[in-house]
């Protein structure tokens, strides 16, 4: 039996009468073994609710981004329309101001050879250009996280390449979210298929929970790795591969501190989504 007083199992550290009805006991031991093993908040079904409409307002604005980057447009005009979006949602753009320094634009927009947290600027999109649009939104306090390729008319081969290899990295590491599933299997996974494709694994960046704050714990690697934290129910994280066609390294620019692109000046693609463990698999949270 639970106490009116007793702590909350989510370690928001508010008594449970205060925050929610606990879970049964088996699943407030879970909960209170992740938190104190891994620092990981096992979300309860009111915070699920929430992120999940955040998760839901972020797909619904990166997708009208992603309809609105055509050529001739600058990707500071998709910053433009991002606040705007934002601000008729009612929700509040997670990268503006965030670390140090400052991230000083609402997205991130990606470029050709850029890895990620490209900076919108002046430049036009031209035929041939491929961008990752990367949005995360703050909705009543809650997060959601996502991000998109988008191809400017013809582009390369090697591009093409690059995007749908990305793409279904991504696709084949959400097969692998359920209960019981290790960390690192999501990284094998990626490296596994983007090296039979002749491709690199960037593993300066990593996915990260998400939910409750912009970065949480677990961090998620997409290269190979050891990391053996089983996957749980009401774990919520962001899986976001990021693949280039040439070396895995990235430089990061020496000026605005935030862009990242590849050492070689080759392509790189990326796709990223929310992704919630389920008692029996995983819900993609961002599915637009």
Known sequence: MIARNDPCWCGSGQKWKKCHYPRPPNAISLAKRYLDEFGIILKNSEQIEKIRIACQTTARILDALCRHAKAGITTLELDELSRKLHKEAGAIPA??????????????????????????????????????????????????????????????????????????????????????????????????????QGCSVVNQFVGHGTGLSFHEPPEVPHHYNDNEIPLAPGMIFTIEPMINSGVREGIIDSQDHWTVRTADGKPSAQWEHTILITERGHEILTAF
Request: with cysteine; net charge negative.
């Open 95 to 196: 990268p503006l101001g965030y670390g140090q320094p400052p991230f000083p634009k609402t997205i991130c927009t990606s470029l050709n050879e850029v890895i990620c947290h490209g900076i919108p600027d002046k430049r036009p999109l031209e035929e041939g250009d491929f961008l990752n649009i990367d949005v995360s939104c703050i909705v009543d306090g809650y997060f959601g996280d996502s991000s998109r390729m988008v191809a400017i008319g013809k582009i390369s081969e090697e591009k093409k390449h690059v995007m749908d290899v990305s793409s279904e990295c991504l696709r084949r590491a959400i097969q692998v979210c359920k209960p019981e599933r290790r960390i690192w299997e999501i990284g094998k996974e990626i490296e596994d298929y983007a090296r039979s």
